[in-house]
């Protein structure tokens, strides 16, 4: 079973973390919302407390429905999923579409990998293999952070490379190779009948905002915002822009 934190009464809202993170990127999050929501965010598979690694996005996305079965929610949540959480998010549509009356869409794509993103997986596991994982975060962090964090905030900087460091270089290199896999998601968004935000980072050159821009142009109904100043990880980079669309997206469950 995945290890999750749990907090507050209430409808359920899910947070799917990004890669190579874990649950503890939600901690404001799960402070926050709390008050009104039982939220719930699990260690995906190998990362966190979450012992073994799955071998597939899809995969992922069942682990979390197992978990929400174990705690008995049995109503439809809303899943919110930043990047690699995103790519669960839509897998966990997918699979359960009944399970599911809102979703939130962060710097992530429902398109599957480039040939070319592929390829820098693969040189992303060769790195962790002969490396580890620490010069690995140091790396990546500079892709995740966008440059308005790179030039003005140091201890986030240092904040999120810690936590990258956490991740085993085996779930690391699980989840590359799943992300590398992942199934194309396009075809289901335009099935989506419930509320949808849709948030990206201005300067995040991972998950660009014009591409999520597109996709919400997929989803019916479905809004988009850009925010200033951040890149990949928006909730951490510009968190009281990002927790103010929240909490209204959020208003329209109550
Ligand atoms: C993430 O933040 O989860 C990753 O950047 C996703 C990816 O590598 O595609």
Request: glycine share 6%; with cysteine.
């Amino acid at each position: 079973m995945l290890a999750c934190k749990t907090q507050g009464e209430g409808n359920p809202l899910v947070f799917l973390h990004a890669f190579p993170l874990s649950s503890a990127m939600w901690k404001k999050e799960i402070e926050i919302f709390s008050a009104q929501f039982k939220v719930i965010a699990p260690d995906l598979p190998g990362f966190g407390q979450s012992a073994r690694p799955a071998d597939s996005v899809a995969a992922m996305a069942s682990e979390v429905a197992s978990l929400l079965d174990h705690l008995q929610i049995t109503k439809p949540v809303i899943l919110a999923g930043l990047s690699m959480g995103g790519y669960a998010a839509l897998e966990f549509y997918r699979q359960f579409p009944s399970r599911v009356r809102g979703l939130g869409l962060f710097a992530t794509r429902a398109t599957p990998d480039t040939p070319e993103a592929k390829q820098k997986r693969m040189l992303s596991i060769e790195a962790i293999e002969k490396f580890g994982i620490d010069p690995f975060a140091r790396k990546i962090v500079k892709s995740q952070l966008g440059k308005t964090t790179q030039d003005s905030n140091p201890a986030l900087i240092e904040q999120v490379t810690s936590m990258m460091k956490e991740a085993k270089p085996e779930s690391a290199i699980a989840a590359l190779r799943a992300m590398a896999d992942r199934r194309d998601n396009t075809d289901i968004l335009g099935q989506i009948k419930f509320p949808v935000l849709v948030v990206a980072g201005q300067e995040d050159e991972i998950a660009p905002a014009e591409e999520m821009r597109k996709m919400n142009g997929q989803i019916p109904g479905s809004e988009f915002h850009a925010v200033a100043e951040s890149g990949h990880l928006v909730n951490l980079e510009q968190p009281a822009v990002f927790h103010g669309l929240l909490n209204s997206f959020l208003n329209r469950f109550q």
